[in-house]
């Protein structure tokens, strides 16, 4: 029992000497962190930025958590115009911190930075934080006020959804009425030529018959029926028939008068 006793004795001086190991370089940590913090401090009132940054960076390295490091280099990066880091870090600033006075701060700051970035809205939920932890802080509360005034400025400003939809299917509509309009424009115009030239060309040909001679026009008409090559028209061969037919009565009257006249008979010498 009395070994027991000494075993526990034993492990609880054991861990509360490691307690006091670990806060004591907690503590020395924090005064390191802090040390580095003055120093970065006392870089950016020479505006060393580049120098301060660094320093800062070491401070947050040895205490993590260290709001102040965070808070102070959220400041030197809005000081020199790098918005989009200064926000990170006082976000960061505004997660670590405990108290509602740095809590205050932080937020007020993020509102400051997305005003500079014309971001109003969000502007105003963060101003809205800051006065949620300090109620009190007027400069807080006048800042809101600009925020919310950029806000609805900035929703006036923006073009309404469904007005924006409703205009481009007007312009849709409009252009898809200008389109069927032109087609049919078009297929007018092509109706239009095409009996314009249907009536040109039959004009056409009544004039070129007109204006040709009768002659001219009888001549057509011969070479029309003008037979062709190695043929006989109908008219070509009835007039062969008629002069064959002709030729053949004139042999058969010749032959018939040869017969009345009388085959000459030789007589005796005439004293």
């Known amino acids: ?27 020395l940590a924090i005064k390191k962190s802090n040390n580095l913090i003055y120093h970065a401090n006392e870089l950016m009132d020479d505006n060393n930025f580049i120098s301060a940054e660094k320093e800062y960076r070491k401070a947050i390295s040895q205490q993590s958590s260290s709001v102040a490091g965070v808070y102070n280099l959220g400041n030197s990066y809005y000081k020199e115009g790098n918005y ?35 971001r109003c809205k ?20 006048y800042n809101l006020g600009l925020a919310k005034e950029c806000a609805d400025q900035q929703k006036d400003d923006q073009p309404d959804e469904n007005q924006d939809k409703d205009k481009n299917k007007d312009k849709k509509d409009e252009s898809d009425q200008d389109k069927d309009q032109q087609d049919q424009k078009d297929q007018d115009n092509k109706d239009n ?24 026009q009888g001549k057509e008409e011969n070479q029309e029926q003008k037979p062709q090559p190695g043929k006989l028209s109908p008219q070509q061969v ?3 028939l008629e ?16 017969k009345q006249k009388g085959v000459k008979i030789q007589t005796e010498k005439d004293w």
């Open 1 to 27: 029992m009395k070994k027991l006793t000494f075993l526990l004795l034993f492990f609880t001086c054991f861990a509360f000497s490691q307690d006091k190991k670990i806060e004591k370089e907690q503590q």
């Open 84 to 118: 989009d880091e200064a926000l990170y870090r006082q976000q960061q600033a505004a997660k670590n911190a405990t108290e509602k006075a740095d809590k205050h701060k932080a937020f007020h700051n993020i509102g400051n930075i997305l005003m500079k970035e014309k």
């Open 122 to 141: 969000e502007a105003v939920e963060a101003y809205k934080s800051a006065l949620r932890n300090d109620p009190t802080d007027d400069e807080t509360r």
């Open 193 to 216: 030529k095409d009996d314009d030239k249907g009536q040109d060309k039959k004009d056409g040909d009544n004039k070129k018959d007109q204006g040709k001679p009768e002659n001219e």
């Open 238 to 240: 009835k007039n062969l």
């Open 243 to 258: 002069a064959m037919n002709n030729q053949e009565q004139k042999v058969q009257e010749k032959m018939n008068a040869e």
